[in-house]
């Protein structure tokens, strides 16, 4: 059974650091595509950073570009994203989420509501406040 387990979330005062994980397990796709999104309250869901397995190719929203690193363990199923220098507007709730490759990462990452992305895990809160 697919599942997807997020953690590394909590309170943060602006300009600090949090580093979320999401580790993989139950599947046995050769290629796959994680991806990290974030909803805030009475807001869509929108894509954060994207990773591939294989190649390990990237994309990034432009409001993180820059802070934000992902990063994945290929071989441990688990997938990082290194936030830095976060600001209240980064407070919400942060989903990981995989799905088999469809074509460019980048491409996967952008469709709206994730819905590139099958299976997702239960969230965790980040929150930005002095």
């Known amino acids: 059974q697919l599942q997807l387990v997020e953690s590394g979330g909590g309170l943060v005062q602006p300009g600090g650091s949090l580093r979320l994980s999401c580790a993989v397990s139950g599947f046995t796709l050769d290629y796959y595509a994680t991806g990290w999104f974030r909803q805030a309250p009475g807001k869509e869901r929108e894509e954060v950073s994207c990773i591939k397995s294989n190649d390990a190719s990237t994309y990034y929203a432009d409001s993180v570009k820059g802070r934000f690193t992902i990063s994945r363990d290929y071989a441990k199923k688990m997938v990082y994203l290194q936030m830095n220098s976060l600001q209240p507007e980064d407070t919400a709730v942060y989903f990981c989420?995989?799905?088999?490759?469809?074509?460019?990462?980048?491409?996967?990452?952008?469709?709206?509501?994730?819905?590139?992305?099958?299976?997702w895990g239960r969230g965790t809160q980040v929150t930005v406040s002095s």
């Open positions: 989420a995989v799905g088999r490759v469809l074509g460019p990462v980048q491409a996967m990452c952008v469709l709206p509501n994730g819905r590139a992305f099958t299976s």
